[in-house]
């Protein structure tokens, strides 16, 4: 299983961008995406993740009600809209997964597959 990231970019502070994470080798509906983000000097955070089997987002207190995460099965896709962005969201956002991992609001797990990481810049 590999996951593919695209989507990111810069953008002005209250604008959107969306990531996509493309699972291949795998099947979408197998396994949890999670969204982490790791700005410079600071620590991987948990941003939002999506559980497949009850079709339920967890999302941080730090973006909970501008980012939105969605699957396309179809595409075997993970979406991830971000808007109204604010300059703290600037950091590298990876998607990740793992075969023993649930999408619970817990970001501590341990997750095996991980995306490249694509560069988000929010600028005031």
């Known amino acids: 299983v590999s996951l593919v990231q695209s989507g990111g970019g810069s953008v002005q502070a209250g604008g959107s961008l969306r990531l996509s994470c493309t699972v291949s080798g795998g099947t979408l509906a197998d396994y949890d995406i999670t969204w982490f983000r790791q700005a410079p000097g600071k620590e991987r955070e948990g941003v939002i993740c999506?559980?497949?089997?009850?079709?339920?987002?967890f999302a941080s207190d730090s973006v909970k009600g501008r980012f939105i995460i969605s699957g396309d099965s179809a595409k075997n896709t993970v979406y991830l809209q971000m808007n109204s962005l604010i300059p703290e969201d600037t950091a590298v956002y990876y998607c990740?997964?793992?075969?023993?991992?649930?999408?619970?609001?817990?970001?501590?797990?341990?997750?095996?597959?991980w995306g490249q990481g694509i560069q988000v810049t929010v600028s005031s």
């Open positions: 990740a997964t793992d075969s023993y991992t649930d999408c619970s609001g817990y970001w501590g797990g341990a997750y095996y597959y």
């Open positions: 999506l559980n497949r089997r009850y079709d339920t987002p």
